[in-house]
């Protein structure tokens, strides 16, 4: 039986039915596997299973209609700020550009548009998209904006076997599986999903991979305070070396929310940074509305960078998103733009949205990594590196 949180929008009876037929398939992956699931594996099976996944499923997820907003749908100009950077490394290495969970398609067809004007446009922009619902809305939409520009976007299924440019990704490391772990004492558990019979609930046991033993060990090092949860996303150094595997000269560009280690694990934050997304609004329980809502988790650059560096990357630059887009000249392609006065109105809202350190511009960063490409100067200003 779905639960739901009483401050939160009841779903509609089909919205209902779908999340308790995703339930009931959780249900029975928890009985195989004898009595609980890592939360990696839930999560996974929340966003991504087949027809029943959040982002599998034909669900209104982007804007208005749908549970949050992402920078790219608040205005162009973050798209067109992001195409500086991405023209600044194709005038240096040429090739194609490579885009992860595409999202709307919103992104994808104001960069295009921006590096047409530019002359600098790459010879393909590839998308991945694990979504194919998304997958078929983002052809919808960008076949109507792009027009001729349409023939330079291709969809993969998988990464090619080497790679020039520019890889990119908004709002992408966030959304991957984690591992959640606690720290009692001397005493280290991850947190599993189980079922009482009567809702989902959550079931203490030891950690599941050798991998996590490894993290756990240095995490102990940095806590300052116990009880401490956290979590652990073994997806997103994967998915990076995998990339950094491929990568012949370019750059890799990840815009996300999270912190630098020395955060991610302030005391602060000791419950844990698992969040949920559900018609714009943002909670904590993670175990209810399956498949209807978001599920994300606070992002560590530490170890992306970390990561990084081990396969052959050099960190080319961290900063704030609004430092990011400052760089990028968000400003003066915003006094480019010939509006009317209502216009210039919502123009101004949405430069704050993105810029001002309570809203976006603080806790979305943007990592830059580059292979066999010199100093990218425009992705030093603010410069947070010294953080990692």
């Known amino acids: ?28 992956k928890i009985q195989a596997a004898g009595g609980k699931i890592t939360f990696a594996d839930y999560m996974q099976a929340c966003l991504y299973q087949p027809g029943l996944g959040y982002y599998s499923a034909g669900l209104s997820k982007f804007g208005a209609a749908g549970d949050f907003v992402t920078a790219p749908e608040i205005s162009p100009l973050f798209s ?39 002359q600098c446009l790459p010879v393909h922009y590839y ?21 001729a520009l349409f023939d330079k976007v291709v969809w993969l299924e998988q990464l090619p076997a080497s790679f020039t440019g ?69 997806y997103a150094e994967a998915w990076l070396g995998s990339l950094a595997a491929i990568l012949e000269q370019g750059a890799i560009f990840i815009i996300d929310y999270g912190h630098t280690a020395n955060n991610y694990f302030h005391v602060s934050r000791a419950s844990g940074g698992i969040r949920c997304h559900y018609q714009h609004h943002a909670h904590d329980a993670a175990l209810i509305l399956p498949g209807l809502q978001d599920l994300t988790a606070h992002v560590n650059f530490t170890e992306l960078a970390e990561t990084a560096l081990q396969g052959g990357l050099n960190v080319a630059g ?37 810029l001002l350190p309570e809203q976006m511009g603080a806790i979305f960063k943007a990592l830059v990594l580059s292979k066999n490409l010199p100093p990218l100067p425009r992705c030093q200003q603010g410069d947070l590196r010294w953080q990692l």
């Open 1 to 28: 039986m779905m639960k739901s949180n009483s401050k939160l929008p009841v779903p509609d009876p089909l919205a209902q039915q779908h999340s308790a037929q995703l339930e009931h398939l959780i249900v029975e």
């Open 80 to 118: 067109q700020a992001f195409a500086r950077h991405i023209a600044d490394v194709l005038t240096q290495s040429g090739g194609d550009c490579l885009e992860f969970g595409a999202g709307s398609g919103k992104m994808a067809g104001d960069i295009l548009l921006q590096l047409a004007q530019w």
């Open 127 to 147: 998308i991945i998209e694990a979504s194919a619902d998304l997958r078929v809305r983002q052809q919808q939409y960008l076949s109507e904006k792009l027009g």
């Open 166 to 234: 520019v890889i990119l990704t908004n709002e992408v490391c966030d959304a991957m599986p984690v591992h959640s772990l606690v720290f009692e004492e001397t005493d280290i558990f991850e947190r599993y999903v189980g079922w009482d019979g009567q809702q989902l609930v959550w079931r203490n046991g030891p950690l599941s991979a050798p991998a996590l033993v490894e993290k756990a060990a240095l995490i102990s090092s940095l806590l300052t305070t116990s009880p401490f949860s956290c979590e652990v996303n073994l």
């Open 318 to 354: 961290l900063q704030s998103q609004s430092d990011f887009l400052l760089a990028g000249e968000i400003l003066d392609l915003a006094q480019q733009q010939k509006l009317d006065d209502f216009q210039q109105l919502q123009q101004s809202a949405a430069l704050k949205r993105l």
